[in-house]
T-cell receptor, first 114, second 115 residues
Framework: AQTVTQSQPEMSVQEAETVTLSCTYD???????LFWYKQPPSRQMILVIR??????QNATENRFSVNFQKAAKSFSLKISDSQLGDAAMYFC???????????FGTGTRLTIIP | KAGVTQTPRYLIKTRGQQVTLSCSPI?????VSWYQQTPGQGLQFLFE???????NKGNFPGRFSGRQFSNSRSEMNVSTLELGDSALYLC??????????????FGAGTRLSVL
């Protein structure tokens, strides 16, 4: 079974600074997807970024980028120029077509300090 | 395009009752998944439907069931409610083809409280 581990329950960063959230996963499959979702206090789960395992290039979405290390099974999220609106729970998630389900980590609560 | 719509947003039930939650996916999406979120267990997969067929089921008791209709709308039902069923229930839909395939888009959730 696949597992996803987020070892940082809480993180904080000064506004406008850069922060990196860590995620590791375990799988025996070669074809899968990795995601970062954010869940603000409104509870709506919002997609931040997606990485396909077969792509070597790290995904980027504006201020959000990932460091995908397939051999090490590591998938970290870097948030540049942090903004107050980035405050949320961030979940790392794994998906494979064979299971048709997302497996989530336990989440990292990110606080932005003004 | 409208997003994933879940109704109701809040529910209060008592032990032993049953409850039905509804989910309308994004137009054109044929896959609908359900997740339970609790402070203790985190986010756990309940089941996934595609074209009215359940393709995968999580490790939940038989009291939890679901179905999908021909218009891709989905419902989940919990019978004989227990206190531990209190949770946020999230529904997600995804496209079955195209560049956004396998991206799950979530609704705002239904907060169920069992008293």
């Amino acid at each position: 079974a696949q597992t996803v581990t987020q070892s940082q329950p809480e993180m904080s960063v000064q506004e406008a600074e850069t922060v990196t959230l860590s995620c590791t996963y375990d799988t025996s499959e070669s074809d899968y997807y990795l995601f970062w979702y954010k869940q603000p206090p409104s509870r709506q789960m919002i997609l931040v970024i997606r990485q396909e395992a077969y792509k070597q290039q790290n995904a980027t979405e504006n201020r959000f980028s990932v460091n995908f290390q397939k051999a090490a099974k590591s998938f970290s999220l870097k948030i540049s120029d942090s903004q107050l609106g980035d405050a949320a729970m961030y979940f790392c998630a794994y998906f494979s077509g064979g299971n048709e389900k997302l497996t989530f980590g336990t989440g990292t609560r990110l606080t932005i300090i003004p | 395009k409208a997003g994933v719509t879940q109704t109701p947003r809040y529910l209060i039930k008592t032990r032993g009752q049953q409850v039905t939650l509804s989910c309308s996916p994004i137009s054109g999406h044929r896959s609908v998944s359900w997740y339970q979120q609790t402070p203790g267990q985190g986010l756990q997969f309940l089941f996934e439907y595609f074209s009215e067929t359940q393709r995968n089921k999580g490790n939940f008791p038989g009291r939890f069931s679901g179905r999908q209709f021909s218009n891709s709308r989905s419902e989940m039902n919990v019978s004989t409610l227990e206190l531990g069923d209190s949770a946020l229930y999230l529904c997600a839909s995804s496209a079955w083809q195209g560049p956004a395939k396998n991206i799950q888009y979530f609704g705002a959730g239904t907060r169920l409280s069992v008293l």
